[in-house]
């Protein structure tokens, strides 16, 4: 992509390189009157400041988004091309995050924080156009590289609320942050960036002088002279109130993460969070500080302040620390379901009262994405009137139930990532960990469909042990009533035929389609040279669900819809 980019001549080249007529470049650029390229708003800072946001209009945040593409590929060519080299920045980069910038600072006897002021205000259009002529890896003729700060900036900065302005300002600080690389690795320190934060650490019995030393101003440090030239050389400015030191003997924190030992979420945030978590399960509601707050709200005393979901600022919490743990737990997911931590303990706590008990909608789970994809698509084209269902709207038909994701972090974090084997243990879970939970405002219920074979008997002989209700293969009835508010559903019979699958419910002629030659296989195992699978069957029958006949699925549908009817009444 590099090389493409090089060998644009004008605008036209890098209109079409970027995928839009020239037409359609020249008239987002220069034809949309300035104050209508943006949206500009400002939102509160925790500290207590505000921080200005100009939200692109469509069209150009299209074509900025588009040039954040073309610019993360040539960085990629660049990295190739370059070999291996050390990681000075963090921020805004794909496959890194705030773990991987406190992960260069971790176990330190001292660590410097410090702070550029005014960060995306640093760069001007002239630095943007400049670097992208004279950076010996792009070198652009000058039509191209006004061009792309035309895209880039406004106001004669990079605008704050721009997809590609953090990624520009990562490349144009490249320059210094090699260079602090260079200063401070001869002083035996460490340094990284985390877009406007920087962290400087070393394991030194005395902190390098000339980085900074210990004095009498509010923060305790003073940054040296030399330090100060090389950030006012760079084009930018340090913050003095936000220069802190964290000595080996108290909390250390990289963009707020603990590092004395190795990158984790500070106590007392973790603390908090798992305080909410078990007054919201045991009494239906908790207070979190940061709702009150008016961090991340907007400056216009004449706007309503956002209505913030309090299960959503806690979600966010625990995901937050969900993302960090993980980076230290190397166990494979099956261990860590086998064996849980008391942190994955208490999100599968949060997961099941979210999910089965104040859940908005019905629940269904299902064995295999396969089956979402037949039972949505029967949804969508049945005949019969299934209330609980769907709803016929201006727009189309709307599904009412919601289907459970099977690969996504509740789904592992509950066992539920596919299986009649994991249905097995989420329904010995359920019998014992649910009579622990405030459940006064219940209102949907949990439907689990599962195939009426071999595998799903060890389902219903958990649901026999746990429950103590007997379901068998051979009864007629799809629809059982483990407990109140959930349900088993298993896929009918088919005539004589009692032990069936949701494939079963599939046309003949369905079953019995060749893709590229090869046939369909119910195995979990088969030769793939032969056979293609469940899940490439429901591909095809979900890319042609207008010609498929989902009458088979009658069945299955109006059993969905009498339990979710019965939950109701």
Not at 38 to 63: D, H, Q
Not at 265 to 286: E, P, T, V
Not at 371 to 382: E, V
Request: proline letters at 5%; charged letters at 20%; a positive charge.
């Amino acid at each position: 992509m590099l090389s493409d980019l090089k060998a644009c001549q004008d605008r036209k080249g890098l209109a079409i390189l970027l995928g839009v007529s020239p037409k359609e470049f020249a008239y987002t650029l220069f034809h949309i009157p300035g104050d209508q390229k943006y949206e500009s708003f400002c939102v509160s800072k925790k500290n207590g400041g505000t921080r200005n946001i100009l939200a692109p209009v469509p069209r150009l945040k299209w074509l900025q988004r588009r040039l954040l593409e073309i610019l993360y590929q040539c960085a990629e060519d660049i990295s190739v091309s370059a070999g291996e080299s050390p990681n000075l920045h963090f921020g805004f980069r794909p496959q890194f995050n705030i773990y991987e910038n406190a992960f260069v600072h971790r176990r330190r006897r001292f660590v410097l924080n410090l702070d550029i002021v005014d960060y995306f205000d640093q760069f001007n259009f002239g630095r943007v156009q400049g670097f992208f002529l004279k950076d010996k890896n792009f070198e652009l003729v000058p039509a191209v590289a006004t061009a792309i700060a035309q895209i880039a900036c406004f106001d004669n900065k990079l605008p704050q609320g721009s997809p590609c302005s953090p990624h520009i300002a990562n490349l144009v600080s490249q320059f210094f942050d090699n260079r602090m690389a260079r200063f401070l690795r001869s002083r035996r320190c460490s340094y990284s960036r985390y877009a406007d934060d920087i962290t400087i650490s070393t394991n030194l019995r005395v902190f390098p002088s000339d980085v900074a030393e210990a004095s009498d101003s509010p923060q305790g440090w003073q940054i040296s002279p030399i330090l100060t030239d090389i950030f006012q050389r760079s084009g930018f400015a340090i913050n003095d109130t936000k220069v802190r030191m964290g000595v080996f003997h108290s909390r250390q924190t990289v963009t707020g993460l603990t590092v004395n030992k190795h990158p984790n979420i500070s106590r007392d945030f973790y603390l908090n969070s798992r305080a909410m978590c078990n007054s919201l399960i045991k009494s239906g509601s908790f207070i979190v500080q940061d709702i009150s707050g008016s961090f991340g709200n907007s400056c216009n005393p004449d706007l309503p302040p956002p209505i913030k979901s309090p299960l959503m600022v806690l979600e966010g919490r625990l995901s937050h620390i969900h993302n960090i743990k993980e980076k230290n737990d190397g166990r494979d997911l099956k261990y860590k379901q086998a064996s849980p931590t008391q942190f994955w303990k208490l999100l599968r706590k949060f997961y099941q009262y979210k999910y089965f008990v104040i859940n908005d909608y019905p629940l269904i789970i299902t064995e295999g994405p396969s089956d979402i994809f037949y039972l949505k698509s029967a949804i969508r084209n049945t005949k019969l009137l299934v209330p609980n269902l769907y709803a016929d709207e201006k727009g189309g038909r709307r599904i009412l139930p919601q289907f459970f994701n099977l690969s996504n972090l509740p789904s592992k974090v509950l066992a539920l990532n596919g299986g009649a084997g994991n249905i097995k243990k989420f329904i010995h879970q359920y019998s014992i960990e649910m009579r622990n939970f405030f459940t006064l405002n219940r209102t949907n219920p949990v439907v689990m469909v599962v195939d009426n074979d071999s595998g799903g008997e060890d389902v219903f002989g958990q649901i026999k042990k746990s429950f103590g209700l007997s379901v068998k293969t051979s009864d007629k009835d799809c629809m059982v009533k483990v407990s109140d508010y959930l349900y088993l559903i298993k896929t009918p019979h088919i005539g004589p035929q009692d032990k069936t699958s949701v494939e079963d419910m599939l046309p003949s002629a369905v079953r019995g389609v060749a893709l590229n030659g090869k046939t369909f296989s119910t195995a979990s195992k088969f030769d793939t040279s032969k056979h293609f699978g469940k899940v490439a069957l429901a591909s095809y029958v979900h890319a042609n669900s207008g010609s498929v006949d989902f009458s088979g699925f009658d069945p299955l549908l109006l059993a969905l819809d009498r339990a979710i009817a019965d939950s109701k009444s």
